[in-house]
Structure formats: structure tokens, C-alpha cells
């Protein structure tokens, strides 16, 4: 019996197959293949896999805040007027109607009243500008602490704080140009600080500003500045940081089937980027409702900018509160060499210590790899308690920046706690130095005592809170070994070497070239890895676990909890069953 499928399916198999007509699209995208050759280059890069690690995000919130201040700032650039020609405000706000002031103020003002979404728009550039310092900051601090700007990535590393810089300019050019008493103020101590250069200042600052300060062409200026010098910057370096990361892979965490010669992730394509995608829109969405219902920088309270005026309490935004927390606290030294006055009270915190935190940043990953003498590429990052000397040394910066952001506002801390301001501004000459020691310290005993701990865990397993006693009337806690999963993690790191020098001296009793510079950085490497823990050795791990088959053997029969423990969550298993292994 024949089977009609003529209802179903249809066949070719009567006249000779034709090809389909092409698309004009498909057309197109054949015709720029055949001469740029886009197909293998996107194929390869859209397949491209990316590890998942929530850490690994914190880069990304910089990226998609950094596209927020773009698309509100292209918004707010077709309102705002970069020009401090005098007018007489006579927008909606009532308070100023008829008040003097630049123009910049006035088209500020007009952007918060009187342009619909406005006010939205330059509370959300606000918001973003504050989210993408901030981000950057806390990204910069994941790389650092888990050595992730180790060879091959110096080079990012460097673009990355770059970027910060950048970033943090951007900041104080952008919420200069409203022309306000406060941003005014923060100008005018930028003046201040230009002329505290020995010998240039004077020229420096008469070249900015156009002439005498404020001139007039201060606003246009750093107008151009913020939404084209630093802005072309930052997108070519960021570019630049994106390649770099394409070129390099991505790191990973150490795990089961990671090597530094794989990656273990998703996609680009499709899983990757609809996962990017998301996190754009939370990072926009989070953003707007910032701008919406948090208010930020609200110009008509502290009115047009005026030379002569300065605002009690003012302060910058918390980005550039750490130098002038530094230049509170500083007391005021001068000196006069040939002739020139020596203002170290304003250099100081301002023209040294801050580019000298820059470059030691950047150098970090460089001393760091000189002192190890590590050639290697390194894909697979380090927990922080593995590397206790940099882990140390990142938290006593930290320490530092925190103590100087905090001194920037000792005349708010002096107001809220009913406390004496100068008592503060003492403490905090002293804290600057002692707290990042002591920072230092704590922090590298905390990471070498974690690194105890999970060689103990290696070696005897988690504790089960299980109490066991013996035949002889002894107790002991009941241990479990840990998951091969776990095991694999935590000795997923390789051996501190010290570096040594044998001899300084050939047999001929003459010293060797270099020989100094090489006992300097044996002295720095054993101080660097000297006190750290080593995991434990294949024999150590062989020996502990017949040392815990032993145990077994001792215990078997008991088929029940110990004694006492009927009702404290253990009473449903057995002392060897499996759940008990989920820590």
C-alpha cells in the first residue's frame, strides 16, 4: 500500500533542483567579506569565552556608566551655553529672577527648570559620573588583590589607572562649568594650586585662565576640555583596555578543569552579550532612579560663583576629597629659596603626594615582578590571602586614602560629634602615618593565619561540630574531609620561591656587577613571601589521609551520633554519611 505525502511534503525529486535568488542583504554582507574578510575575524571573536564570577562585573558597571554620561551628556550639551558673559536670570526659579550671573549659570538653570526632563538628565550625568569613579576605584582593587595585573597585563594595568585619572579630572572639569559658588570655589582653589608651583605657577595659571583670575574664558575652556580632550581619552584608552582583554583572555578563579592555557565560561555569542545587555539596562535603570528621587549638586541654593564669596562647609565631590583632606590637615610650611616662596603646605598635599600614589600604582605589578624574578603568564588569579605582602600593602593605601578622605571633612566631623576641629586635624596628622602601618601589619598576620586554616582544612578536613570521645575518655571533635572540588581550589596556587644570592664575590675575592642590586632584591623577597605558608606537600596530604582512614577504621559500627548530639541537627545522620560533606 503507496503512501500519498503529497498533503504533507512537497518534493523536487520530478525536475532538477534551482538555487534560491540571494538576498540583497546577504549580497552586501558577501560582497564586504570577499575584500575585509569580517566573517572569520566575527566568528572567532563572537565565540570567545568569558568566565562567570559576579567580581568580574564591577568592570562592567564602569563601562555601561561611562555610556550613561555620554548619552545625558550629549542631552545636556544642546541646552548648556559655555560662556561667562553677564546676564540677569529670568527663568522660573524665583529666588534668582533678576540675580547677575554668567551665562553657564543661567543656561543651568534653565536645564533644571525649564527644559522638560532636564533636571533628570543632569542628576542622572551626576549620579554616573560619581558611579563610574567609583566603579573604576573598586574594579582597580579586584584586579590589584588578585594579582590579575600580573604578566601579561601590566600594560592594562597601566591604561586602567590612567583611566582613573582621567576619570577623576573629567569629574572636576564637568562640575566646574555650571559657574555656582561652589563649583566657582573649587576653581578658584585650582588656581591656588597652579600657583604653588615654584617658578611656572604664576605663568601656568595666567595661561589657563586667559589672564587674571577668573577672566572670562575659564568656562569655555574647561568646557572643551570635558566634552572633547578628556572624553576622546578615555575612549580610545578604554578601546584600548577592551582589545587588551580580547587579546589576553580573561582571567579566571582557580577550579576544577581551569588551567592557565583554558578559559571556562560562556559565550560571547548569545549568552554572554544578552547577559551584558541586562546589565546595561540595570546599571541605566539603577542611574535613573538616582536622578530622580536623589538630589545632587543643587545649583540655585548656592547661586551664581562670586570672587569675593566663599560657602562655609563647602567641599568637592568625594572623588577629590582625599587631597583636599591633605591640604586641611597639612600644617602650613613654607620656605623661600633664591628668592622664591616654597609653599609645602599646598604642594605637598596637593602637587606631590597625589601623582606620587599614581606612580606607585602603576608600578606596582612591575616592582612586584622584578622582586619575584616570575617571567611567566599568569591567567588563573590568586585569593588575596595567598599573596599576604600585596594583599598588606593594598589595604594600607587603602588606609591612607580613607584617613585623608575622612580629614577632608573634619569641619563637618567637628559640627556633628560637638567636637574640637583642631583636636581632629591633630589626630589625623598622626592617623595618616601610624594607620596604614598598622593596616599593614594586621593585614598580612590575617591573610598568613587564613593560609593555616586552609592548609588545616587540606590536612584534617572541616570541622563538624561533633564532639567525640574515646576509649580512654578523651575528646576530640569530629572531622570530615572537604569536597575534591574544594581541595582542588585551595591547592590550585604554586609555591612562594625566595630568591637568593649565593655569593656576592667571585673566587678572586672581586665583587660582581649587580651584585647589590640582587641582594636588595633577595632581602625584599624574603621579606615578601618569608613568613607565608606554603600549601601542603604531596606527602603531607598522602599522610593525613591515612592518618583519617585510620580513624574510619576505628569508628566503624557506629552506626549513630555521639552522645549529646540527638537535637542539635545532626541526629539524622550517620557519622559517615554523605550530606554532612556540604561545607
Not at 586602567?160 to 573629567?170: K, R
Not at 565560561?265 to 539596562?281: R, S
Not at 541605566?284 to 566663599?310: C, E, H, Q, R
Request: with cysteine; hydrophobic share 45%.
Amino acid at each position: 500500500m503507496s503512501l500519498d505525502t503529497s498533503k504533507v511534503a512537497s518534493s523536487n525529486a520530478a525536475k532538477a533542483a534551482t538555487p534560491a535568488k540571494p538576498s540583497k542583504v546577504g549580497g552586501v554582507a558577501g560582497w564586504a567579506d570577499d575584500r575585509l574578510g569580517l566573517a572569520t575575524a566575527a566568528r572567532k571573536n563572537l565565540r570567545k569565552v568569558f568566565p562567570d564570577h559576579w567580581s568580574f562585573m564591577l568592570g562592567e558597571i564602569a563601562l555601561w556608566s561611562f555610556v550613561v554620561l555620554l548619552l545625558t551628556g550629549v542631552f545636556l550639551s544642546l541646552w548648556f551655553t559655555p560662556s561667562m558673559g553677564e546676564v540677569h536670570y529670568e527663568g522660573s526659579y524665583d529666588q534668582l529672577r533678576g540675580i547677575p550671573m554668567s551665562e553657564a549659570m543661567a543656561s543651568t538653570l534653565d536645564i533644571s527648570f525649564d527644559v522638560r526632563g532636564g533636571l533628570l538628565m543632569r542628576q542622572m550625568h551626576h549620579w554616573a559620573a560619581m558611579l563610574f569613579v567609583a566603579s573604576m576605584m573598586v574594579h582597580l582593587l579586584r584586579v590589584a588583590f588578585t594579582g590579575a595585573f600580573r604578566k601579561p597585563r601590566e600594560v592594562n594595568w597601566v591604561i586602567g589607572c590612567l583611566l582613573l585619572l582621567l576619570g577623576t579630572l573629567e569629574g572636576f572639569t564637568g562640575y566646574s562649568l555650571p559657574d555656582d559658588l561652589l563649583s566657582g570655589t573649587g576653581v578658584r582653589a585650582a588656581d591656588g594650586f597652579l600657583k604653588a608651583t615654584p617658578v611656572l605657577g604664576s605663568y601656568m595659571s595666567f595661561f589657563l585662565f586667559g589672564g587674571e583670575f577668573p577672566g572670562d574664558a575659564i568656562i569655555p575652556r574647561l568646557y572643551i576640555i570635558h566634552v572633547l580632550l578628556i572624553p576622546g581619552i578615555l575612549l580610545g584608552l578604554i578601546a584600548a583596555h577592551m582589545l587588551l582583554l580580547v587579546y589576553h583572555k580573561h582571567t579566571q578563579w582557580p577550579g576544577p578543569g581551569r588551567t592557565e592555557q583554558n578559559v571556562v565560561g560562556f559565550p560571547m555569542l548569545p549568552v554572554y552579550a544578552a547577559k551584558a545587555g541586562g546589565f546595561f539596562f540595570i546599571v541605566f535603570g539603577v542611574t535613573a532612579i538616582m536622578g530622580g528621587l536623589l538630589s545632587i549638586n543643587p545649583v540655585w541654593k548656592f547661586g551664581p560663583y562670586d570672587p569675593t564669596k566663599v560657602t562655609a562647609g563647602s567641599q568637592p565631590d568625594w572623588y577629590m576629597g582625599w587631597p583636599d583632606g591633605l591640604l586641611r590637615i597639612m600644617p602650613g610650611w613654607e620656605s623661600v629659596i633664591f628668592g622664591y616662596t616654597i609653599s609645602w603646605n599646598v604642594m605637598l598635599p596637593i602637587l606631590i603626594v597625589p601623582p606620587t600614589m599614581l606612580i606607585v600604582l602603576i608600578l606596582l605589578p612591575f616592582i612586584e615582578g622584578w622582586i619575584t624574578g616570575d617571567k611567566r603568564e599568569h591567567h588563573l588569579l590568586q585569593r588575596p590571602r595567598n599573596a599576604p605582602t600585596r594583599t598588606a600593602v593594598m589595604v594600607s593605601l587603602m588606609t591612607f586614602y580613607g584617613l585623608a578622605w575622612a580629614a577632608g571633612g573634619n569641619d563637618i566631623i567637628a559640627i556633628t560629634f560637638h567636637s574640637s576641629i583642631n583636636n581632629i586635624t591633630y589626630f589625623m596628622r598622626v592617623a595618616v602615618f601610624v594607620g596604614p602601618a598598622i593596616a599593614f601589619f594586621v593585614t598580612r598576620r590575617w591573610c598568613i593565619s587564613l593560609q593555616r586554616h586552609d592548609n588545616d582544612k587540606l590536612l584534617h578536613g572541616y570541622e563538624t561540630g561533633i564532639i567525640m570521645r574515646s576509649t580512654e575518655g578523651g575528646y576530640a571533635e569530629r572531622h570530615l574531609p572537604i569536597s575534591e572540588a574544594s581541595a582542588y581550589t585551595l591547592t590550585a596556587r604554586e609555591r612562594d620561591e625566595i630568591h637568593t644570592v649565593d655569593s656576592d664575590t667571585d673566587a678572586n675575592g672581586v665583587v660582581a656587577p649587580g651584585s647589590r642590586v640582587q641582594a636588595l632584591r633577595a632581602r625584599l623577597s624574603e621579606k615578601m613571601y618569608g613568613h607565608n605558608v606554603q600549601k601542603p606537600t604531596t606527602e603531607e596530604l598522602a599522610a593525613a589521609h591515612q592518618h583519617a582512614e585510620h580513624e574510619h577504621a576505628l569508628e566503624a559500627g557506629l552506626d549513630h551520633p555521639a552522645d549529646g548530639h540527638q537535637f542539635d541537627g545532626h541526629s539524622d545522620h550517620t557519622v559517615d554519611e554523605a550530606p554532612l560533606r556540604g561545607h
